[in-house]
């Protein structure tokens, strides 16, 4: 079985900064790419940042500049660093994980649990 355990969360003030961290743990072969979800109550889930295992990154518009994704493959923990953060960011975050349990599986999707972010005055 894969988890993600994500870990960060909280309530900061408008332009305040938050760190968000997402460790993968269980049997697994090797895990591709990485992200960042949020979702509001009523609203879809939207990309926020993803990572490949060799790094290369994507943005959601809206963050483009103040957010930054990335990960260390050695502990199979991704991050996700937030600045400049605005009330329209508050959402509940969620951790993505493409995983290989083995080398001839194909890639499954993992999500954490979600963690809230909160940026109100």
């Known amino acids: 079985q894969v988890q993600l355990v994500e870990s960060g969360g909280g309530l900061v003030q408008p332009g305040g900064s938050l760190r968000l961290s997402c460790a993968a743990s269980g049997n697994f072969f090797r895990i591709n790419a990485m992200g960042w979800y949020r979702q509001d109550p009523g609203k879809q889930r939207e990309l926020v940042a993803s990572i490949t295992s060799g790094s290369s990154t994507k943005y959601a518009d809206s963050v483009k500049g103040r957010f930054t994704i990335s990960r260390d493959n050695a502990k199979n923990t991704v991050y996700l660093q937030m600045n400049s953060l605005k009330p329209e960011d508050t959402a509940a975050y969620y951790c993505?994980?493409?995983?290989?349990?083995?080398?001839?599986?194909?890639?499954?999707?993992?999500w954490g649990q979600g963690t809230q972010v909160t940026v109100s005055s």
């Open positions: 993505h994980a493409e995983v290989k349990k083995s080398w001839r599986s194909v890639a499954d999707d993992y």
